[in-house]
């Protein structure tokens, strides 16, 4: 973990226009009480980084770093943590869009009773990707072979496509992503050693947002699961009400 730390105070120092610091109201237990005991904010930070169009042989792609702290424990204390590093690399001078992708993932989640608190199993990722456009749209597909750490790893095909589009001369904006993957059912541990097979799973996380100014939004981003959260074969759709700052 104190790497994770260390790659974030990095990030601090690094270029302003490309992290933001946003806040989040999510309110899951108004829209779905059976399933969330309560309503939370969460603490999110984002630092992305521009490919380098310098002239090494391997050209440093595009660099994504995301945190997420999700106060849903009692006292509005931190209830999950989750954090993404994404890095692309290509060697190659056409074609200039299509990038090797590397990531990693990762967190923990406190619950009540604390004996049911939980690791997010490290999952390293390496795969593809392509930036594309269409219209005015900005896009970028990438897919990935997924090694999850279970006791019994999972090793599977994810897709993901990440998008952005300004609008009204960029007063507003639409961006988030999507993602699809299988996962074994038998992670090897006690509660799960008796299933067989995979299952499917969809998360997305579309935003948007309204430009009050240079540096402050407000908007809101819509959660929406797909056998994430529950293994019950049903859609969960949880927005928020967010802030977004541009340090």
């Known amino acids: 973990m104190k790497y994770l730390f260390a790659v974030l105070l990095i990030a ?20 779905d009480p059976s399933n969330n ?13 521009t490919p380098d169009t310098g002239n090494l042989f391997i050209k440093r792609g595009p660099f994504l770093f995301k945190a997420q702290a999700d106060l849903s424990g009692d006292q509005t204390n931190l209830g999950k943590y989750y954090t993404q590093i994404s890095q692309e690399v290509r060697f190659w001078q056409r074609p200039s869009d ?28 390496a795969g593809a990707s392509y930036h ?26 994810l897709y993901t496509m990440y998008f952005y ?3 009204f001369n960029y007063r507003a904006e639409v961006s ?8 074994n059912n038998n992670h090897g541990d006690e509660a799960t050693i008796e299933l067989t097979g995979k299952r499917f799973y969809f998360f997305a ?24 959260n529950v293994a019950a074969n049903s859609v969960q759709i949880y927005p928020t009400a967010a802030l977004r700052v541009k340090l």
């Open 176 to 183: 988030g992503d999507f993602s699809l993957w299988t996962e």
């Open 37 to 49: 005991p309560k309503n939370f904010p969460s603490i999110y930070f984002e630092y992305y980084q």
């Open 165 to 167: 589009r300004g609008l």
């Open 98 to 125: 299509l990038y090797l992708n590397l990531q990693y993932s990762g967190g923990l989640g406190v619950t009540t009773p604390k004996q049911y608190s939980y690791f997010i199993s490290n999952t390293y990722l």
């Open 132 to 157: 594309y456009k269409i219209g005015q749209a900005f896009l970028t597909s990438v897919l990935n072979f997924r090694y999850v750490s279970y006791v019994l790893p999972s090793k599977d095909l």
């Open 12 to 31: 601090i120092k690094l270029s302003a226009r490309s992290q933001s610091l946003q806040f989040y109201y999510d309110v899951r237990h108004t829209l």
């Open 205 to 228: 996380e579309p935003q948007i947002w309204l430009n009050v100014s240079k540096h402050l939004s407000i908007g809101s981003k819509i959660n929406v699961y797909y056998h994430v």
